[in-house]
């Protein structure tokens, strides 16, 4: 942290110097700037530290958005200053037990904040999760897809193609787009899309979110979901977003 106030401030100074005395500016050796530097660090650190949380914030931002790609599922306006990611395996019971608190975050900041599921089907645990990852994806070509996700997890026990079908059924899906979808090249591109951001990314179990750009890990009860979306809602407002 220190490093970077250093380098700001120094480039601080360097915009500077079109109204300093160019000619003095090069008679000044090192130990002059470290301590221009460190008087000008003294008076301004506050400032300072307001600039590179903002410019963290930022690139948090940028970082998140960078997750969302076409086939991602989304809730919430497009233009929230939060986005909330959230990576999950359709068999893992954790991912299950999280959902009514995740339903909740939903109800509190549906207006503020942009809710995006990523595809993460642990396979060796969950032989079929890869499966249902692909049955969902072909829910959400057919505007479905928020539906049959809490139907797959409201009745995680009856996992498997029956369910699929009977899910598609009960949303009234075209049954025929939906198997082909399912079965598709396309489909099978957007799951590992997603898994392959699930790597780079650091998640190696589920459930896992992003919020921000800031990770949690694990069915965390609601009060630690709410405190770090406090805390990026805070920061973004900061950024006068």
């Known amino acids: 942290m220190i490093r970077k106030i250093f380098v700001l401030t120094a480039a601080v100074l360097l915009s500077a ?6 000619t003095r500016a090069a008679d000044l050796t090192e130990k002059d700037v ?6 000008y660090i003294a008076a301004h650190g506050d400032e300072l530290n307001m600039s590179l949380e903002r410019y963290h914030t930022q690139r948090q931002l940028e970082d998140a958005a960078k997750r969302i790609s076409a086939h991602t599922p989304t809730m919430g306006p497009d233009d929230a ?3 909330f990611i959230e990576f999950s395996d359709f068999d893992c019971p954790f991912c299950a037990r999280v959902q009514p608190t995740l339903d909740e975050l939903q109800r509190r900041y549906k207006s503020r904040v942009k809710f995006a599921f990523k595809h993460l089907p642990l396979e060796t645990l969950h032989p079929k999760a890869i499966e249902a990852a692909k049955a969902s994806q072909a829910a959400q070509k057919q505007g ?3 539906e049959f996700r809490k139907a797959l997890f409201d009745r995680q026990e009856f996992s498997g193609e029956q369910l699929w079908l009977d899910v598609a059924s009960e949303l009234k899906l075209d049954i025929d787009k939906f198997n082909k979808d ?3 090249a396309e489909v099978e591109r957007e799951v590992m899309t997603d898994l392959q951001d ?9 459930p896992f979110f992003l919020i921000n750009g800031q990770s949690l890990s694990g069915a965390q009860p609601l009060e630690v979901f709410v405190a770090v979306v406090e805390d990026q809602l805070k920061k973004a407002e900061a950024l006068g977003k």
């Open 17 to 22: 110097c079109a109204f300093c005395d160019l």
């Open 34 to 39: 470290q301590r221009i530097v460190g008087e």
């Open 81 to 83: 200053v939060v986005t």
């Open 144 to 146: 479905k897809f928020w």
């Open 182 to 184: 399912r079965k598709s």
């Open 198 to 206: 699930a790597n780079e990314v650091g998640a190696r179990g589920t």
